[in-house]
């Protein structure tokens, strides 16, 4: 059984910790005390804290609402003529 702080080189290559990927598969590869971590599982840590960091929507963002005219302007983009249906 893999001691977590062994020195991963001298059982073979290096791979991730996490993932299990070798260098090869990956760009990069960081060290640690005993483990190693590569490029893919990094961005995925990133974008999991990033997610939960991430400022919640109010209720008033949710609760924006649009003006006539913005309106009227939304359906233009979307509806060619139709005039009397926009109003």
Do not use: H, W
């Amino acid at each position: 059984m893999n001691n977590l702080f062994e020195d991963n080189e001298s059982s073979g290559p290096i791979t991730c910790s996490f993932c299990g990927k070798t260098q090869d598969q990956v760009k990069k590869i960081v060290a640690g005390p005993g483990v190693y971590i590569c490029n893919e599982c990094i961005d995925l840590c990133k974008e999991i804290i990033d997610e939960e960091l991430a400022p919640e929507k109010t209720s008033e963002d949710l609760l924006k609402v649009l003006t006539p005219a913005q309106i009227l302007d939304k359906l233009n983009e979307f509806v060619i003529g139709q005039e009397n249906a926009k109003r």
